[in-house]
């Protein structure tokens, strides 16, 4: 595989601000009884597998914010894809995770990029199978555009606008030794 | 993955894959809405040439929770009966557009020339004395469970070895993931030439204490057309697994149906060592999983449509 050239458009320092700042939005816009998220509290829930990291990262934050433990799970949309007939490969899984009840409560997606809102869409559907949430939020590091369906964030890291080819690499230290968002141009399809 | 025929087709990271997303599976089991949504409106035909309950009922259950519709074909009482041969049957099948097709029959080799005739994405779910995929993968899910990996550990597979696809579809997959395979039983029914197979051959049950799980297999009473047995009196007190020859420490397995009293003594099959139980509930997630194989890319194999990369999180 060519190597193609990146851009580096956020560096681990601007990744952390704009987790707390995202951290601060959340604690601003909802009501906190501390407590448990089924008496109307807020939970953070990553979409595997950026997300999953971005999640993790925020829940400690807010927290803190809201002087009470915010319960923390994960998605793994798979099977919720509407794109899975179409693939080449089977997936790989990552499981999800959500062992708080969902009824009631403020639930916050996280993920890395929104981008066509497909994700965003199949995370939805999958969450909603859990229980009955009373609003469900989305969170964002990055904001590329290209919506193809009618979904926006509540909270964004930074609004990158992109044209359609290019690609928007998030990386987190977690899972690439690093924190950083890049920017190249489309891989070229032989 | 394009179709299920054999364990042999399968790397071990294949058969890794599949365990996760069995697992995930698991867990969806767990919920009140048992069912995931991508495979909706796809058409999955279980089409079966000999009896079954348990792997028929769990293939149906499998597709109808990743929302596909189900169609169940069964040799008596259809067209099959009649006299039409496999080559017509699966083409009137193939007439309805399925995305996959789940065959099991007595005729070794039977769902690889189904692949040959259908668009469809084939499982392969018992044909004759070849091979029976699905269950060797979901007895790989329940040892792993149980023991974490199978690296180095040792599995004798008691019995029948000789008419079982079982036994053969296990052994080649519990070899894959790293566990020695032991094969005992009577001579007649456990000839050396299995040693080709890369697993060892014992007609003893002297040193089974050194097993860490005994896999017993059923006496296939219906497969057997010679006396491969002086009398089924002497099979049992040779080589039936009871509470005398299985230690606390290790685990039971079985396939299914039991011959309660002739390869495995009452007090076993219901011992809390056995883990009969857990390969039933297993046979629904694994198959699942091996359905999502099959299925995903059902429609990229149609040349009018553009196959999309593997997923990445940059789709989000």
């Known amino acids: 595989m060519v190597d193609v050239p990146e851009t580096v458009v956020l560096e681990e320092g601007d990744i952390t601000r704009a987790l707390t700042r995202i951290a601060h939005e959340i604690a601003e816009r909802n009501a906190h009884p501390a407590g448990h998220a089924a008496e109307g509290g807020t939970a953070i829930v990553g979409i595997h597998r950026r997300g999953v990291h971005l999640a993790r990262r925020l829940q400690p934050q807010l927290s803190e914010l809201v002087a009470g433990d915010v319960p923390l799970g994960s998605l793994d949309i798979s099977f919720y894809r509407d794109d899975l007939g179409l693939r080449a490969d089977a997936p790989v899984v990552g499981g999800t995770q959500l062992d708080f009840a969902i009824d009631g409560a403020t639930v916050v997606i996280v993920d890395d990029v929104l981008f066509t809102g497909r994700t965003v869409r199949a995370a939805i559907d999958a969450l909603l199978e859990y229980g009955r949430p009373a609003r469900v939020q989305l969170a964002v590091l990055i904001d590329r555009g290209h919506r193809e369906l009618p979904i926006r964030p509540d909270y964004v890291g930074k609004n990158l606008p992109t044209a359609r080819g290019e690609r928007v690499n998030v990386r987190v230290a977690e899972l690439d030794g690093l924190d950083e968002v890049t920017i190249s141009q489309a891989r070229v399809l032989a | ?316």
């Not at chain 2, 009649?82 to 099991?104: C, F, M, N, Q, W």
């Not at chain 2, 080709?196 to 057997?224: F, P, S």
């Not at chain 2, 390869?263 to 997630?285: H, M, T, W």
């Open chain 2, 1 to 316: 993955m394009r179709h299920l025929l054999s364990i042999e087709d399968l790397e071990r990271e294949d058969i890794e894959r599949i365990l996760s997303s069995a697992a995930f599976f698991a867990d969806v089991a767990d919920r009140p809405i048992k069912k995931v949504p991508s495979f909706r409106g796809r058409l999955v035909i279980n089409l079966f040439y000999e009896a079954s309950t348990r792997t028929r009922s769990s293939f149906e259950l499998a597709a109808k929770r990743l929302s596909t519709d189900v169609l169940n074909v069964v040799s008596s009482g259809s067209s099959v009966e009649k006299g039409e041969s496999l080559h017509d049957t699966v083409s009137t099948l193939s007439a309805y557009g399925p995305d996959a097709i789940v065959i099991r029959s007595p005729h070794a080799g039977a769902p690889a020339l189904v692949a040959g005739w259908s668009g469809a994405g084939v499982v392969n779910a018992g044909d004759g004395k070849h091979q029976h995929p699905t269950q060797a993968l979901l007895d790989v899910y329940v040892l792993r469970e149980r023991l974490g990996d199978l690296d180095g550990r040792s599995i004798w597979i008691v019995g029948d070895v000789l008419h079982s696809r079982v036994a053969r579809s296990c052994a080649q997959a519990f070899r894959k993931l790293g566990a020695e395979v032991t094969f005992a039983g009577p001579p007649t029914l456990v000839p050396k030439e299995l040693e080709a197979l890369g697993c060892e051959v014992r007609h003893t049950l002297e040193d089974i204490g050194d097993a860490d799980v005994v896999y017993a297999l059923r006496l296939q009473h219906e497969r057997m057309r010679e006396a491969f047995l002086p009398s089924l009196g002497e099979y049992t007190s040779n080589y039936q697994i009871n509470s005398r020859r299985l230690k606390a420490r290790q685990l039971l397995m079985h396939p299914g149906p039991v011959n309660r009293g002739v390869e495995l003594s009452g007090e076993v099959i219901d011992a809390p060592q056995s883990l009969i139980i857990q390969q039933v509930r297993a046979g629904i997630v694994v198959r699942m999983a091996v359905l999502v194989e099959v299925l995903t890319g059902s429609h990229a194999a149609d040349p009018t449509r553009q196959p999309l990369p593997s997923p990445e999180p940059q789709l989000a």
